[in-house]
């Protein structure tokens, strides 16, 4: 099993630019989350998913939208990219809500 | 509004010494998590703690959740350097599926 992987691993964003953050998990995951971490700060949730086709927001959804169409894919999309979203991007999934997540390898996000 | 407070935010010791990180948080939860972090890395699970008086155990690492008092602690025994880290503990907020409520982290740094 490859677990949780995302791509890319980093990119540079210009102001105002859109781009989409990829999320695959390949372990039969129900659940799966998208968080944010900021320089010397813990995690902070911004959307998660219980299923395919079925999303609610976290802590911080503000200026990102998510979809799930299949068990195995959660994208993560920025529109309008602003320099409050430079930060490191990490998904996570797991079976069942309560059990441990996953975390994918981030993806480092800079907007300038 | 759950909150998550580690301390102390940063340590440096020495090899061989004992110390404990505490993780405390606002609201009634049973499942309390210990995740590590390498820096420019991933989390990794280390801890699942699902009940009140938990304790797991793994080489130089234990951990406890005493529901009551809302209280976490993860001690360290006879450090070794490969054990420096930023240790998250993180709380489910309830249901299992909105996500995780991280600490802020304590970075940990074993000098020889």
């Known amino acids: 099993n490859a677990g949780v992987t995302q791509t890319p691993k980093f990119r540079i964003l210009k102001i105002g630019q859109s781009m989409t953050l990829q999320c695959t998990q390949d372990?039969?995951?129900?659940?799966m989350y998208w968080y944010r971490q900021d320089p010397g700060m813990g995690l902070k949730l911004i959307y998660y998913?219980?299923?395919?086709?079925?999303?609610d927001k976290g802590e911080v959804p503000n200026g990102y939208n998510v979809s799930r169409s299949t068990t195995e894919d959660f994208p993560l999309r920025l529109e309008l990219a602003a320099p409050s979203q430079t930060s490191v991007y990490f998904c996570a999934s797991s079976y069942l809500g309560q059990d441990e997540q996953y975390f994918g390898p981030g993806t480092r996000l800079t907007v300038t | 509004e759950l909150k998550v407070e580690q301390n102390p935010l940063f340590l440096s010791m020495q090899e061989g010494k004992n110390y404990t990180i505490y993780c405390n948080y606002s609201t009634t939860s049973d499942r309390l998590y210990w995740y590590r972090q390498d820096p420019g890395k991933s989390l990794e699970s280390l801890f699942v703690?699902?009940?009140?008086?938990a304790v797991k155990q793994e080489g130089r690492l234990m951990a406890s959740l005493d529901t009551k008092a809302r209280l976490s602690t993860l001690h360290i025994t006879a450090a070794v350097h490969d054990l420096s880290a930023t240790y998250f503990c993180?709380?489910?907020?309830?249901?299992?599926?909105?996500?995780?409520?991280f600490g802020k982290g304590t970075h940990l740094i074993i000098q020889p």
């Open positions: 993180a709380v489910d907020g309830g249901g299992g599926a909105d996500g995780l409520t």
């Open positions: 372990m039969n995951h129900n659940y």
């Open positions: 703690l699902l009940s009140n008086g």
């Open positions: 998913s219980v299923g395919a086709g079925i999303t």
